[in-house]
């Protein structure tokens, strides 16, 4: 109510002492209201902020994790020519994955070796090659990979040391 209209009742406000008491509870209740809300609108903001940093962390946390993949051959039964073996489970890699640690299978030498991912209908997706080092008794062959584009589903994994036949895994690409 603008100040003109509540002239004609500040002086009976003032006088009457019921009157007062009443429009006190309503000033407190008003301003009790306004504390509330104002803690309501900052306790919101809080809670947005701290959800939005949480998932920021894990979106950051899943990117670090995610970048490189470990593909374990050591205990799988080297196979010949260019399909694999079905009755091993395929290697399961994220498409995140842009670096690959391939533990190679137990006897494989170091050297060059050639690596390739092509679909189940022999269409290639990835030919690139690197160099294998003997590490505490394993062989570890470490690729750059992006594959990221590409779609999620089963590939073969081919490996060969040049100039050999090559070998076939099973993929999953998640």
């Given at each position: 109510m603008p100040l003109a209209e509540a002239e004609k009742w500040l002086d009976h406000l003032g006088s009457c002492s019921p009157c007062y008491s009443d429009f006190s509870q309503f000033r407190r209740t008003y301003e009790v209201r306004q504390r509330r809300t104002l803690l309501a609108i900052a306790a919101s903001?809080?809670?947005?902020?701290?959800?939005?940093?949480?998932?920021?962390?894990?979106?950051?946390?899943?990117?670090?994790?995610?970048?490189?993949?470990?593909?374990?051959?050591r205990n799988?039964?080297?196979p010949r020519g260019t399909?694999?073996?079905?009755?091993e489970p395929p290697l399961e890699v994220s498409r995140a994955a842009t670096r690959w640690t391939i533990?190679?299978?137990?006897?494989s030498s170091e050297g060059p070796y050639?690596?390739?991912?092509?679909?189940?209908?022999?269409?290639?997706?990835l030919a690139t090659s690197g160099w294998a080092e003997l590490n505490d008794q394993i062989t570890l062959l470490r690729l750059a990979v992006p594959l990221s584009s590409k779609v999620p589903g089963n590939y073969i994994l081919q490996i060969r040391k040049?100039?050999?036949?090559?070998?076939?895994?099973l993929v999953l690409l998640r």
């Open positions: 903001i809080l809670i947005t902020a701290g959800i939005a940093g949480w998932l920021l962390f894990q979106k950051h946390n899943e990117a670090l994790v995610a970048q490189t993949a470990v593909l374990d051959l799988r039964s080297i399909e694999p073996n079905p009755a533990y190679l299978p137990l006897g050639d690596v390739r991912v092509v679909t189940q209908s022999g269409e290639s997706q040049a100039g050999s036949e090559w070998n076939s895994y």
